[in-house]
Nanobody, 125 residues
């Protein structure tokens, strides 16, 4: 059974940092494109960042570019999202997702077919 489990969310002050983790089980991440998405109340789910199956290419939403970093640890079968300089507008439920695909990763939610349950990130003073 393919499963993704996020962790690492929480409450942080503006300017702070969090690292989200997404542990995969039932499959290895090597052959999968990986993405982080977020959804704020009343808004559509949006792509934050993605990582190609080779690990050699990444994409970031303009709103997080320079502040967030996506990475993968093959030994731990885990993908991470390091979030620095957090802003109140980063508040959302964050989801990781995976799809078995080669080539460039994609930032659209419909491009992914495996999803975690989400983890809440709240940025507030």
């Amino acid at each position: 059974q393919l499963q993704l489990v996020e962790s690492g969310g929480g409450l942080v002050q503006p300017g702070g940092s969090l690292r989200l983790s997404c542990a995969a089980s039932g499959f290895t991440l090597d052959y999968f494109g990986l993405g982080w998405f977020r959804q704020a109340p009343g808004k559509e789910r949006e792509g934050v960042s993605c990582l190609s199956s080779t690990g050699r290419s990444t994409l970031y939403a303009n709103s997080v570019k320079g502040r967030f970093t996506i990475s993968r640890d093959n030994a731990k079968n885990t993908v991470y999202l390091q979030m620095n300089s957090l802003k109140p507008e980063d508040t959302a439920v964050y989801y990781c997702a995976a799809v078995r695909v080669q080539g460039m990763c994609r930032m659209g939610p419909r491009d992914y077919n495996y999803w975690g349950q989400g983890t809440q990130v709240t940025v507030s003073s």
